[in-house]
């Protein structure tokens, strides 16, 4: 079979590209066409539903069939079954990192896309930092696309007005409290705990906590205790946690370390009973429903808890997660990167049936309609597709329509049928990947990010806005971090680690294994005594497994890292100097 699919590859290559994939008289793909997309970030498993899928079934006559290991559960396992079959789909979107594109290269799972996209806008927009990303790759050729493409400064953060993390609060009730202050991250617990007291029950009448928790995303760490380092300048790199002005590089499993102290934490909030009991057991999808039900009061990200429960009603009545100031943040922000984000990258599976076609799709995912119609996935995304969610006015200014109001603002709506019908929320595109950077702008200089449109901003003025803003002092998040020195950016760079040895890669598995299981026992100890025995279990089995060797090499690889941040500063100032 494999075989055979190789073949019919080769014969769309030797009839010139286009027997494969070739159009009727209308310019439409004459055969309908199932992708597999092996997506290693998505959070839905299935065909691709909705308004979204109707704007790529009319313009490709395609369906997406996403494969998610977050949802099948065990990412590497699912991986290394579809790898070792030759074929991990036709559309392949995953990480980026050098030895993870030249492992799939090696095995003759990524197609080099070079000849199918050589006269595509996407090649003229962005064909450097395409190329420089493939650079390092061998045999020669462009196998992957980065996502979060960028033609800002380096310096400037890529978000738009909300941070990708962040401490954001159900603010009705922090207001309600009086605003106590938060000097510290563990000044957070009282006010939660009297929060939850204040609301012991949600509106659909289960109970409340102040957290929720799920494994789907850890990876070297327990990811949720990885959040709050976020909010002090550190972001995690291999088993260490690197300060975004590259000042500081520690061990997560050091007992002084940004990590344990995250995980003392939330051991101290569930002492408290403010962690969900079924964090343990629950997955990505249930923790969202629960920021829509309204039982979970505080979030680490504002894309998931306003995104979900920060209604236009709700924010009317005053309702909703905004940011709450902690005295001694400065919350991590990527720069923007003009060779996009290598840690999720987009490239085409060497069995796949149609290359042309998927080539033409990627183009389109790169090019305006692409990037607005992509990017819904949360609050400081984009609008959707022009002419149903947002259009412009006369005077060329981007606006939401009204249908866009209640689907984007309000939370859902219904899609009339001619674009695809069901639920708004149901066809946002369950991708998960983001092409350029939330602060780019179109070709008439305004953001992809609706957020930042004008005319959104005048609108969006509601009880919780006009109360955050006078207690805040500013008239955006972005304005608050930046004027008071609450936000830290590191560099936008196209650094990638160096392929690590198979005998580090094991190593690695090993240790991060142990570093999980005993992250999660940890927060859900009994008490201190048991807590700090885990803590030097944890340390012990990962350095008798090799994690110091491991964390080694991490350590050389943040040096390169925060040179090559540098570098991108320096290169940026010498191109503008020109």
Known sequence: ????????????????????????????????????????????????????????????????????????????????????????????????????????????????????????????????????????????????????????????????????????????????????????????????????????????????????????????????????????????????????????????????????????????????????????????????????????????????????????????????????????????????NRNGNRKLVVGIGVQAKDPERLAAFIDWLYSPDGISSSGVQSSAGTAGPRGLSWDYDKEGEPYLTEFGIQALLDGNMDVPQEWGGGSWSEGISRLNFMPVSPCEKDGGGHPYAYALWDSVAEMTDTALDRDWKEHMGAGNVREFLTENGRILVSAGCDFISPPESSETGTLREQCRNVIQKYSWEMVFAKDEEEFYALLWQMQEEAASLGYWEVYAVDEENARMYREARKKALEEYKDDRGK
């Open 1 to 336: 079979m494999a075989g055979a699919a190789l073949a019919a590859g080769a014969f769309c290559v030797l009839t010139g590209l286009g027997g494969c994939g070739k159009k009727d008289g209308t310019g439409v793909y004459a055969q309908p066409l199932v992708v597999d997309v092996f997506d290693s970030v998505a959070n839905y498993q299935g065909i691709q539903p909705g308004w979204y899928a109707k704007i790529v079934k009319d313009k490709f006559n395609m369906d997406l069939n996403i494969i998610a290991p977050n949802v099948a559960g065990g990412g590497n396992t699912l991986y290394e079954v579809r790898s070792a079959a030759g074929d991990l789909g036709d559309l392949v979107i995953s990480n980026g990192d050098q030895d993870t594109v030249q492992d799939m290269v090696d095995a003759g799972l990524l197609l080099n896309m070079e000849p199918y996209l050589k006269d595509k806008e996407l090649m003229r927009q962005y064909g450097d930092a395409i190329r420089r990303v493939n650079g390092d790759i061998t045999p020669e050729g462009i196998y992957v696309i980065p996502s979060e493409l960028s033609q800002n400064p380096p310096s400037v953060p890529q978000e738009s007005l909300e941070p990708t993390f962040g401490p954001y609060l159900r603010w009705d009730l922090y207001g309600q409290l009086g605003y106590p202050a938060i000097h510290t991250l563990e000044d957070l617990l009282p006010v939660l705990r009297d929060m939850q007291e204040m609301e012991p029950l949600a509106e659909n009448g289960k109970k409340t906590y102040a957290f929720s928790f799920f494994k789907d995303w850890d990876g070297n760490m327990m990811t949720a205790a990885k959040q709050p380092c976020c909010f002090y300048g550190y972001d995690e790199f291999g088993f260490g946690l690197e300060k975004a002005d590259g000042s500081d590089f520690q061990s997560i499993i050091d007992g002084d370390s940004l990590y344990v102290r995250t995980l003392k934490f939330f051991f101290d909030a569930n002492q408290m009973g403010l962690v969900d009991p079924q964090s343990v057991t629950q997955n990505y999808g249930d923790v969202v429903q629960k920021y829509k039900e309204g039982q979970i009061l505080f979030s680490p990200w504002p894309w998931m808890a306003q995104t979900e429960y920060n209604t236009l009603a709700h924010k009317e009545a005053g309702k909703g997660f905004m940011l709450a100031d902690i005295g001694d943040m400065k919350i991590y922000s990527n720069g923007c």
